[in-house]
């Protein structure tokens, strides 16, 4: 591995001379295609190979931050970035400990397989849904992987290296009626090869996104107003992440974003049922890594523990803030990126509660099984999500699909409202956007209840 070939000792110049310094070599190869209505679209692949160079300094409460990257790596490449970046105080280099290696080993390589037969594949899942549902208007399926290696070289003496390879498959469906129109949305993938590909998985979340719109077509609208809302754990975790998530990642907190938390530790945020997670330690995850993009080793984080807010998502500069050590979230989309305090595998612990049990308690209300986007606003905590699969619920008895739903509401509110927790578990996947870098994540949850949400209709597509 090409990050990898140089000793750690000719960088420790370049890292001298601030409170932390810290160089990120990456080496990345990646492919992505797109077929729209049978038509190839955004057919790329390529290689990335580059440095960051990154020194933190505390003056005056206040951590300041240089930083510089450009292509290549190497001793050359880390001085000639080191020149660009204020001068240091003179202090001692660095001493390297032995490096650590860690890896994910896919079964079968994405980069050996070839460009075409990832993009027949495309063809094969366009023809299967057009051959299989006649209703279809529009197909757009997507396929993406990426192998990245990295080394974080830094001033604690860290040599940590990586190696990481990930699949991910998007199918959207829209299906027309009688002039009308409606969606259906499926993704899949891992951190694996192209095993993930291959077999019957991607057949079926085609067929599901299918089977989804063209149900929606003959569903009656959502009805609109405040109820009580069960999301499945089918749904995946889009309501922690977007409800939480992101108003417990540090910068929020300390640059008062996320008002609800700040100051919050130790203090109840939730029913003693919710415990909420972030763990990059689960194998195979979309979000999972074994350094964080700092050179951190992977650690699970318990935010919440029984109700009580116990910590927030930290990277260094922030944890240097604070006078902490990071818990291992610095994440960046590549080495010409900075970190930021990021998600990686969140979720709501199972509880107690039979799911089924928890359907059941529905007098009438709404049952979420699929989630569709969301977003928030960290400041105000106000939430709202897109349903992409919704039941209405009547005496406990799952009646009908409706469509065109949406769910609304503040999210330190929506939490603590909580009343159920299923001892269930689903995950779902995604790339999480914020400062203009995008990382991949997975998101989970149980089974839950709210008694009191605001369901919102939607005009059709």
Request: hydrophobic content about 40%.
């Amino acid at each position: 591995m090409s990050t990898g070939a140089a000793p750690a000792d000719a960088y420790a110049s370049a890292l001298s001379g601030a409170d932390y310094g810290e160089a990120y070599l990456e080496e990345t190869s990646w492919t992505s295609a797109a077929l729209e209505d049978g038509r190839v679209q955004d057919l790329a692949s390529g290689n990335d190979l580059g440095l960051g160079l990154r020194l933190l300094r505390r003056r005056d409460g206040r951590v300041e931050t240089f930083f510089a990257s450009g292509p290549g790596i190497g001793p050359k490449t880390a001085a000639r970035l080191r020149a660009n970046l204020p001068a240091g105080s003179g202090g001692p280099a660095p001493r390297f400990a032995a490096a650590v290696r860690c890896g994910v080993i896919p079964r079968a390589d994405p980069a050996r397989v070839p460009l075409a037969r990832k993009v027949d594949l495309l063809r094969a899942l366009d023809l299967v849904i057009r051959s299989e549902f006649p209703s279809v208007r529009q197909v757009t399926v997507s396929y993406g992987d990426r192998s990245r290696r990295t080394r974080v070289l830094n001033s604690d003496g860290t040599d940590a290296r990586q190696s990481l390879t990930s699949v991910v498959m998007s199918i959207s469906v829209v299906v027309e009626e009688k002039g009308r129109l409606q969606s259906g949305q499926e993704s899949i993938g891992a951190q694996r090869g192209w095993e993930v590909a291959e077999g019957g998985e991607p057949f079926a979340a085609a067929r599901r996104a299918a089977t989804r719109a063209l149900a929606k077509l003959r569903a009656p609208k959502a009805k609109a107003g405040e109820m009580p809302v069960v999301i499945a754990a089918a749904a995946g975790g889009t309501f922690i992440h977007e409800a939480m998530g992101h108003s417990l990642e540090a910068d929020h907190v300390q640059e008062g974003s996320s008002p609800a938390y700040r100051g919050a530790i130790g203090r109840s945020v939730a029913p003693e049922t919710v415990t909420v997670i972030d763990d990059p330690t689960l194998p195979f995850q979309r979000g999972s890594f074994f350094f964080d993009d700092e050179g951190l080793p992977a650690a699970p984080t318990k935010l919440v523990d029984r109700g009580v807010l116990t910590d927030f998502l930290y990277d260094r500069t922030c944890a240097m803030r604070e006078g902490l050590r990071s818990n291992g979230h610095g994440r960046r989309e590549s080495f010409a990126s900075r970190p930021f305090p990021r998600m990686s595998n969140l979720y709501i612990a199972p509880g107690q509660d039979d799911p089924a049990e928890i359907v059941g308690s529905l007098k009438r209300g709404l049952l979420v099984t699929r989630m569709g986007s969301g977003q928030v606003n960290t400041a105000t905590g106000e939430f709202v999500f897109e349903v992409d699969e919704g039941w209405w619920v009547e005496d406990g008895a799952v009646r009908h699909l409706v469509r065109d739903a949406n769910l609304l509401g503040i999210g330190p509110d929506a939490l603590r409202s909580i009343d159920r927790v299923g001892w269930d578990l689903g995950w779902g996947i995604g790339t999480c956007g914020k400062e203009g870098q995008s990382v991949p994540v997975s998101d989970g949850q149980p089974t839950i209840r709210m008694p009191n949400l605001v369901v919102g209709g939607s005009h059709e597509i």
